[in-house]
Structures are given as structure tokens and as C-alpha cells.
């Protein structure tokens, strides 16, 4: 295996849309797979997909630990999570040529980062609910419903294949700020909103504390 070198925003390659896999036999696919899974543990991340590689293939591969998803257990109602898998983690997961539906319009906005733009994050609205399928590498097909985080990654991914960025779907250019920046941010949002007696948006516990909720993929 090997770790591989990660495009970064401006390289070509992020922008246009990835062709699609036809040849589950390939024979470098499985070693790609293997790289793209040693890269993304390397660099911490929580997905990656081929484009980041260099690799312009509709391939993704992402793993979020049991800590990242605690914090959504509160609002969310148990039975659907057993159901989603949230609260537990997402296993790894490798899919060939996936997408995805929202199972409703509701969207929720949290910090996210990426790692082709190395150092900064953003707020990004993205469905808080979906269903999003692909094939596995061994021919099967995964099917799944995501809320949350899980959800979020898979968006992201996703967007890659089609050579978009977290940059692309922000609501609010000004929420782009350096992660190291991150806490001293978050006390000028607080003194903002105190000071000036408007309404605290209510947030997900899971996010905004820090490079915890910031996992880039
Ligand atoms: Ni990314």
C-alpha cells in the first residue's frame, strides 16, 4: 500500500466530473481502493474520494468513529438511528459508483473541511437525511440511510465526483476561516450574538467544538 499525494483546491482534476467505473476486475481498482484507505487514515480523515488522488473515477471511500456521531444521539430519535446506523459509527465503507436522494428537504448547516483545502473550514448546509447507495468491491450492492454527520460525508464525497467543493454549496462566504482560527471564531460569534441580543441559533451539539466537528474528508 501507499499513501497518496492529495489534490489540492485549483488542480484540474477536483473540477470536472469523474468518469464513471466500469470494470469492477480492473486490475489496479483493488490496489487504488487499499491507497485511497491508507491515505484517508494518514491524513486523519473522515472520506476521500479518487479525484483527491488524481484518480478522475466515481470511487469514495469514507469511515466515521462512534465519537463523531455521539453528540447526535441527543436530537435524534433511537429506533431511526438503530435503522441509520447513527450513534454506533459508520464502518468503513467503500462504494463504486454512488449516489444519493434526500428523503426530505430539511438541511442542516455544520462546520466541515476538506482535504484538498488544507487548513480551512466552513459552514456548509447539506440534507440532514438520505438514502444513498453504490456498489461494494466485491460486486454487491450497499444501500443505505444516513442522517447527520454519516449524511453529511456522503454529500461531500459525492460532490467530488461531480467536481464540486464545500466552497461551492456555502451559504455564508464569511463562516471560511482558517481551523486554527477556529475557537477564537466561535468566542466572536458569542460576543456577537450577546451583544447584540439576537436569538443563539441552536447548535448541534456534535459540531463547532473545535477539530472535532471538523473532520475533513
Ligand atoms: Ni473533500
Redesign the pocket.
Known amino acids: 500500500m501507499a499513501i497518496l499525494k492529495i489534490a489540492r483546491m485549483g488542480h484540474p482534476v477536483l473540477r470536472r466530473p469523474a468518469e464513471a467505473v466500469s470494470d469492477l476486475d480492473a486490475p489496479d481498482l483493488q490496489r487504488l481502493i487499499e491507497d485511497m484507505v491508507e491515505t484517508m487514515r494518514d491524513a486523519e480523515g473522515a472520506g476521500l474520494?479518487a479525484p483527491?488522488v488524481h484518480r478522475s473515477l466515481r470511487l469514495i471511500v469514507f469511515a466515521v468513529g462512534p465519537n463523531r456521531l455521539r453528540g447526535e444521539e441527543v436530537e435524534s430519535d433511537s429506533a431511526a438511528d438503530a435503522e441509520s446506523g447513527a450513534g454506533a459509527g459508520v464502518p468503513l465503507t467503500v462504494l463504486i459508483n454512488p449516489d444519493y436522494a434526500p428523503l426530505d428537504e430539511e438541511k442542516d448547516e455544520a462546520w466541515e473541511a476538506?482535504?484538498?483545502i488544507p487548513g480551512l473550514a466552513g459552514r456548509v448546509p447539506r440534507y440532514r437525511h438520505i438514502r444513498y447507495w453504490g456498489t461494494a468491491p466485491d460486486g454487491s450492492t450497499v444501500e443505505r440511510e444516513a442522517k447527520g454527520f454519516h449524511a453529511r460525508v456522503v454529500q461531500?464525497e459525492c460532490d467530488?465526483l461531480d467536481g464540486v467543493?464545500?466552497t461551492q454549496r456555502m451559504a455564508d462566504m464569511s463562516t471560511l476561516i482558517f481551523t486554527s482560527e477556529m475557537n477564537r471564531f466561535l468566542e466572536g460569534e458569542a460576543e456577537a450574538q450577546a451583544s447584540d441580543f439576537r436569538h443563539v441559533p441552536e447548535s448541534n451539539p456534535g459540531d463547532s467544538h473545535g477539530e472535532s466537528g471538523t473532520n475533513?474528508?
Open positions: 474520494a483527491q476538506c482535504l484538498s461531500h467530488h467543493l464545500l475533513a474528508a
